[in-house]
Nanobody
Framework: QGQLVESGGGSVQAGGSLRLSCVAS????????MGWFRQAPGKEREGVAF???????TYADSVKGRASISQNDAKNTLLLTMDNLNLEDTGIYYC?????????????????WGQGTQVTVSS
């Protein structure tokens, strides 16, 4: 049974940076695509950044140029770094996985979720 555990959230001032980690365990094989999602209060969960099983990356327009998603060689740690944070980046950030090679996937189609980590950006 796959398990995802996020860490690295917290409070950040606008203009600052964040670095989130997600440790994956219990996944058979390596053919999983991974993604970072976030959910702001009163809003739907949205995809932020994705990395396919072959390492191709995709970003939401709202974070393009500010975010970077990566994995270590063992594919058991997923990272998200984001610069120049603004108030709209506030939310609970989740990592998720989906079997197969996907450039992006929807929250409804994700197969495993972490518990989430809160990111609060203040002015």
């Amino acid at each position: 049974q796959g398990q995802l555990v996020e860490s690295g959230g917290g409070s950040v001032q606008a203009g600052g940076s964040l670095r989130l980690s997600c440790v994956a365990s219990g996944f058979p094989g390596s053919r999983y695509s991974m993604g970072w999602f976030r959910q702001a209060p009163g809003k739907e969960r949205e995809g932020v950044a994705f990395i396919s099983d072959s390492g191709r990356t995709t970003y939401a327009d709202s974070v393009k140029g500010r975010a970077s998603i990566s994995q270590n060689d063992a594919k058991n740690t997923l990272l998200l770094t984001m610069d120049n944070l603004n108030l709209e980046d506030t939310g609970i950030y989740y990592c998720a996985s989906k079997y197969g090679g996907w450039l992006r996937f929807t929250p409804a189609s994700a197969e495993y979720w972490g518990q989430g980590t809160q990111v609060t950006v203040s002015s």
